[in-house]
Nanobody, 117 residues
Framework: QVELVESGGGLVQPGGSLRLSCVAS????????MGWYRQGPGKERELVAH???????NYGDSVRGRFTIARDNAKNTVHMQMNSLKPEDTAVYFC???????????WGQGTQVTVSS
């Protein structure tokens, strides 16, 4: 049984920072990609960033240069530091863990990030 527990969401003013964390419990995740997706109001779910166990990271165009994803393989944890937050970053952020081949894939329950003055 795989469980993903997210933390770190909240309300922040524009220009502020937040750090999201996701802890995965279950099998060996060495062949799994860990990452974050988000879904804003009235929008489709989109990739924010993901990272392999080897540390290769990929970012969505809208967050590149502002967000940084990191992974602790020993703790099955992925973190994402979000800086220079904008109102358009407001969304529910979901942790996703999936095998390099695409399946199986697991989702967290989501954590709300609101950027507003």
């Amino acid at each position: 049984q795989v469980e993903l527990v997210e933390s770190g969401g909240g309300l922040v003013q524009p220009g502020g920072s937040l750090r999201l964390s996701c802890v995965a419990s279950g099998p060996n995740f060495s062949h799994y990609v860990m990452g974050w997706y988000r879904q804003g109001p009235g929008k489709e779910r989109e990739l924010v960033a993901h990272i392999t166990s080897g540390g290769s990271a990929n970012y969505g165009d809208s967050v590149r240069g502002r967000f940084t994803i990191a992974r602790d393989n020993a703790k099955n944890t992925v973190h994402m530091q979000m800086n220079s937050l904008k109102p358009e970053d407001t969304a529910v952020y979901f942790c996703k863990v999936y095998h390099l081949l695409g399946a199986p894939a697991y989702w967290g329950q989501g954590t709300q990030v609101t950027v507003s003055s």
